[in-house]
């Protein structure tokens, strides 16, 4: 055989080979669309073992279980612990878990366990109710400064300041502010959630003292405006704190990072809207209310203008008082003026 028709033979044979390989790739690629849309296609398999309950969203530390925090979810038998709240259990009732206080943090869809909550009357169920960095105060209120018992624990409220403020003359000022904003309330008297009849109606009734969530700074001014006046309830409406936040972000007070993803800027959104805040104050005084009460209380006088204006007028008396005589009687001295004689 000649050496022209060899090498004619070998590029015959690798064309074959290059094009077997080409036809095997096209087969294969074909098929696993097919297989990808099949598997796609096929339901995903159910849990087939006992209900338990899950958070049906996140529940950081601090969140106090209410009824639309938990729900029941088919669970894997194989992977059921002992911890977890099984459907039928006593303990396992969602109406007896509302109230609760998250003590460790809790996912989506995350199996709720016996350790991951702390109940009213337990051992640290405050500490555990209290956010990070904040601390709990107490405030005596009354039927008329405690908004007739219409607030609940999970409400949050405004702290009004009462007090007279006295003038160097005439009666004292009567004056109002609004001293701290958007407090939550954790519990009131010894209730850290509402009571509820038979029907599940949530029963307004009176009590004495309201404990709210405050930053420590915030916690001073309160126990020292308990020391100047009265402090009364404002409640606040559902809405007052969405408003705010609006006004927030179109002043710039809001800073949310570049890039920040929906879930940060919800994170930071509601880490803002539970925020109490203690700057500037509005007020009012008895002077807004009644035209025959005082708006303002005249500004105090120096101490050194105050002594030179007697140290003058002692001058004046002594000037118009004219000549005395000083009579002594048994150790006591008497001043007799005789110009007027």
Do not use: C, H
């Not at 598997?39 to 073992?49: E, F, L």
């Not at 209410?66 to 002992?82: G, N, V």
């Not at 308990?226 to 006004?247: F, K, P, W, Y």
């Not at 002594?307 to 004219?322: D, F, L, P, Y």
Request: proline fraction near 6%; charge should be positive; hydrophobic fraction near 45%.
């Amino acid at each position: 055989m000649d050496r022209k028709k060899v090498i004619l033979l070998v590029a015959a044979l690798l064309i074959a080979a290059v094009t077997a390989f080409m036809a095997r790739s096209m087969f294969t690629g074909a098929s696993a669309p097919q297989a990808a849309a099949a598997a796609a296609s096929a339901p995903a398999p159910v849990p087939t073992g006992p209900k338990v309950l899950v958070a049906t969203k996140a529940l950081p530390v601090g969140t106090i279980i209410t009824a639309d925090s938990l729900r029941y979810q088919p669970w894997p038998k194989e992977l059921i612990e002992a911890a977890y709240f099984k459907e039928g259990a006593e303990s396992a009732s969602i109406d007896g878990l509302v109230g609760t206080v998250v003590r460790n943090a809790v996912t989506a869809g995350q199996p709720l366990t016996q350790g991951s909550i702390v109940k009213p009357g337990d051992r640290g169920f405050l500490a555990a109710a209290l956010g990070p960095g904040m601390r709990a105060v107490t405030v005596p209120v009354s039927a008329l400064t405690g908004v007739a018992g219409f607030v609940f624990p999970g409400d949050r409220v405004d702290l009004v300041l009462t007090q007279n403020v006295n003038a160097s003359a005439g009666p004292p000022l009567k004056v109002s502010e609004t001293i701290v904003r958007n407090l939550r309330v954790l519990a009131t008297d010894q209730r850290s959630s509402p009571s509820v009849d038979e029907k599940g109606n949530t029963i307004v009734s009176e009590y004495k003292l309201v404990t709210i969530e405050a930053t420590p700074r915030i916690a001073e001014k309160i126990t020292v405006a308990q020391s100047i006046g009265t402090i009364s309830l404002s409640l606040r409406s559902l809405a007052d704190n969405a408003s705010e936040l609006e006004q927030a972000l179109a002043s710039g007070d809001i800073n949310i990072p570049e890039g920040a993803t929906a879930d940060q800027e919800q994170a930071i959104m509601r880490q803002l809207a539970q925020r109490p805040t203690a700057g500037k104050s509005s007020y009012a005084t008895g002077g807004d209310v009644s035209r025959f009460q005082r708006s303002s209380v005249p500004a105090q006088m120096p101490l050194a203008v105050a002594a030179e204006q007697a140290r003058t007028q002692k001058q004046v008396e002594k000037i118009m008082k004219g000549p005395v005589v000083r009579v002594s009687r048994a150790g006591s001295v008497t001043e007799i003026d005789i110009s007027r004689r």
